[in-house]
């Protein structure tokens, strides 16, 4: 139970807590990982074996130069797959940094887009498309989430190392 802090452990309920008394990796804090990772996610689903038709509509949404965004992303969500007591040492070194890196990784995703949409020939009307627009507005929430959660804060502290457990 070291590496817990005493009043963490008193704040949240029973049910918060995993087998190993870590705080559960709450399920908004798993889809915002999804959400971050989407274009290689979309891009893996793309090589599944299909007709193919449906597929190159799916390949065609995936912007290559986006996908450098979701990378910073991907190392969380591999590392909050990872995360168990004992975390090994990698997975510690980027969970306790988790809402830093998906901060990047947000920054990199708007970077990147701002980018492309000022290199477009479009009127920014014309190039920002609804579904565009969900995403630019659901990237602006994220970082709110990640930094004014308490349970976020409490979730990417808790990652206790081999002398902790």
Known sequence: MSGTHPDR????AAHRYDDDLLLKTPILLWLTLVFLVRHL???GITFLPTTGEEIEV???LVRPELLVADLPAALVLAAGFRRRRPCPGW???IWQRAREILTLSILIYLGV????LTASSQPL???ID???LASLLLSLAVP???WRSRLVADVVRDCPGTRDA
């Open 91 to 93: 997975v510690r070194r």
């Open 41 to 43: 996610l979309v891009l």
């Open 113 to 116: 887009l701002l980018a492309v």
């Open 125 to 127: 009307r014309d190039a």
């Open 144 to 146: 709110f989430y990640l």
């Open 9 to 12: 452990r008193s704040r949240y």
């Open 58 to 60: 799916l390949r065609n």
């Open 130 to 132: 609804e579904l565009l």
